[in-house]
């Protein structure tokens, strides 16, 4: 409780997918569908599907995807500072460009959102 990770919407996310996870294995999928209604349904009836938005990462896939393109490449290049303030990193390759692009983030995922925003950014660039 000290670390504060019980703030962290991660660990929350990780936990509550635990739970659906073990009332899944303890029970059988409908008793797992109710579960999953009662705690979202009043979100469900106001979620408008056109206003979802996807995260960099997976937007940058789904463009080159259907391109017919390869998948990005990311890779973390270094990994740096404490266990309490890390700093990652990554590079993405695309088969588009012939330099990988370079993002910098406090968790390798942040990195790796960063650098497909760059992507993103530089394709839409070629677009225009």
């Known amino acids: ?25 303890d029970s059988d999928i409908d008793v797992c569908r109710k579960l999953i209604l009662h705690l979202y349904s009043s979100h469900l009836e106001n979620v408008d599907p056109a206003d979802i938005r996807k995260d960099a990462k997976t937007q940058l896939q789904e463009h080159l995807q259907s391109r017919k393109q390869n998948v990005p490449e990311y890779k973390v290049i270094s990994e740096t500072g404490s266990s309490h303030e890390p700093e990652f990193t990554v590079s993405c390759k695309i ?31 070629l677009d225009k």
């Open 1 to 25: 409780m000290k670390s504060g990770g019980w703030r962290r919407d991660s660990i929350l996310a990780n936990t509550l997918e635990a739970l659906i996870g073990a009332v899944y294995l």
């Open 95 to 125: 088969d588009l460009f012939d330099d990988v692009v370079v993002a910098i983030g406090n968790s390798k995922r942040k990195a790796e959102q960063a650098v497909a925003r760059q992507v993103i950014t530089m394709l839409e660039s």
